[in-house]
């Protein structure tokens, strides 16, 4: 009987074609979750056509030295740039690319190095490109990170120019608990679409973003991007529930309200963000089940746009 040379498959890796039958046949089993590195240039989300008054956007992911934006430095910027239609929201290529390191002067906290694998001798000595990064931010008409509320205060204190731009949020601004995903970390994302790649790398991470926008909601079936794009313009009001009283604490937090110390310059309240046309309702909400006499001239309001968004200028 003839038999078939078992493939060395340390010698002889699979070509495309046959990786893409492998994960379909495991795939079939249903005993088996097969992930593929993330490879943008391989990606068929992209139309590649051309487009009348399509615009640039920003994937942007940054490493620092810790959490503190007024203590803290940028070590690594990563930034993907990308061509697109703003009236269907299709994803036509990518532009371009930067990443960069900067030295903190000091040296990396522990934790640093061990998360992101970046050591003290890959950023001595080094800056960010101003030139290269200013020249990104002046095309762009959006920027997108995943969790904005941390990486633009630390970009804005760095390159003052993307203060006057518009940002949005991969984590906020799209109802994942909708689309039946609860956790929001980009890695799991990530892997609900089949996704992984090399995490906390902040080019690694800012493509890890736009992997994202090119698919589709799992539940609605509407393009990410779309979902982005619908919502990250929309104004929004922020809502302290100044002097709610102590005992009201979970049903706040069941309604989503989240605890605000004051120690950003903020009212030390519990504090929900709603969308503008939604303000009166939730003032009803506080009036009916959360202040005893039916008042709410204590709580406080600000207005928020995308352009103060997610920095130290929203209050």
Excluded at 14 to 28: D, G, P, S, V
Excluded at 73 to 88: C, H, R
Aim: charged share 25%.
């Amino acid at each position: 009987m003839k038999t078939s040379k078992a493939r060395n498959f340390q010698k002889e890796p699979m070509n495309i074609l046959e990786a893409e039958i492998a994960k379909t046949a495991l795939h079939a089993t249903g005993e088996f979750s097969v992930l593929r590195k993330l490879n943008l240039e391989m990606e068929t989300g992209f139309t590649g056509r051309s487009v009348q008054g399509s615009k640039i956007g920003l994937c942007l992911d940054t490493e620092t030295t810790g959490l503190n934006h007024a203590e803290d430095k940028i070590i690594e910027l990563g930034i993907v740039a990308f061509e697109y239609d703003p009236t269907t929201a299709e994803i036509i290529r990518i532009t371009d690319r930067y990443n960069g390191f900067e030295d903190p002067g000091r040296p990396l906290p522990k934790e640093i190095i061990e998360i992101t694998g970046i050591t003290d001798d890959m950023v001595r000595g080094q800056s960010l490109d101003d030139q290269q990064v200013n020249r990104l931010a002046n095309q762009a008409t959006v920027v997108i990170a995943h969790n904005a509320g941390f990486d633009r205060k630390f970009v804005e204190a760095r390159f003052p120019v993307f203060t006057t731009l518009p940002w949005a949020c991969t984590v906020n601004q799209i109802d994942w608990q909708a689309e039946k995903i609860s956790t929001r970390v980009l890695e799991y994302l990530l892997f609900k679409f089949g996704l992984f790649i090399n995490a906390h790398r902040a080019l690694d991470d800012a493509e890890g973003v736009l992997g994202i926008l090119l698919g589709k909601l799992p539940v609605s079936k509407t393009p990410v991007f779309k979902a982005l794009l619908d919502t990250y313009e929309v104004i929004t009001s922020n809502i302290c529930a100044v002097g709610a009283p102590f005992d009201k604490k979970d049903i706040l937090k069941q309604r989503g309200y989240r605890w605000n110390d004051g120690s950003q310059g903020a009212c030390k309240a519990w504090w929900i963000s709603v969308p503008n046309v939604l303000e009166n309702d939730e003032l009803a909400w506080l009036a009916s089940e959360v202040y005893s006499d039916g008042k709410t001239d204590r709580v406080e309001i600000s207005r928020v746009n995308a352009i103060d968004r997610f920095s130290v200028r929203e209050r």
